[in-house]
């Protein structure tokens, strides 16, 4: 079982940053094994896909809308962090939503909600104009 906790939201001005956390536990797999990527859910919408990483970290996906103001990375367990970020820059209030990480034990990247196993419980990201 994995459990994946999510930390890092709050309320910030049009403009600002933000950097979410998710922190990975489980006694059974290594967090080096999941590939990690990160949801949003704004009000009255959709869950949206907003950024994927790879195991190893090389490889990142990004929604096309987000590019260039969002950033994934990780941090492996030779740190022994064991967590995932999401940089989030220049917000807008259209990103106004709960954010989600989620985990899949597979090699490649995904940016379809179903291909997820696990998902942590949202952190809120509320962005004022």
């Known amino acids: 079982q994995v459990q994946l906790l999510e930390s890092g939201g709050g309320l910030v001005q049009a403009g600002g940053s933000l950097r979410l956390s998710c922190a990975f536990s489980?006694?059974?797999?290594?967090?080096?094994?999941?590939?990690m990527g990160w949801f949003r859910r704004a009000p009255g919408k959709e869950r949206q896909f907003v950024a994927a990483i790879s195991i190893g970290g090389g490889n990142t996906r990004y929604a096309d809308s987000l590019k260039g103001r969002f950033i994934i990375s990780r941090a492996n367990a030779d740190n022994a962090k064991n967590t995932v970020y999401l940089q989030m820059n220049s917000l807008k209030p259209e990103d106004t939503a709960i954010y989600y990480c989620?985990?899949?034990?597979?090699?490649?990247?995904?940016?379809?909600?179903?291909?997820?196993?696990?998902w942590g419980q949202g952190t809120q990201v509320t962005v004022s104009s």
């Open positions: 989620a985990a899949r034990r597979f090699i490649d990247t995904s940016e379809y909600s179903s291909g997820y196993q696990y």
């Open positions: 489980s006694l059974s797999t290594a967090f080096s094994t999941y590939t």
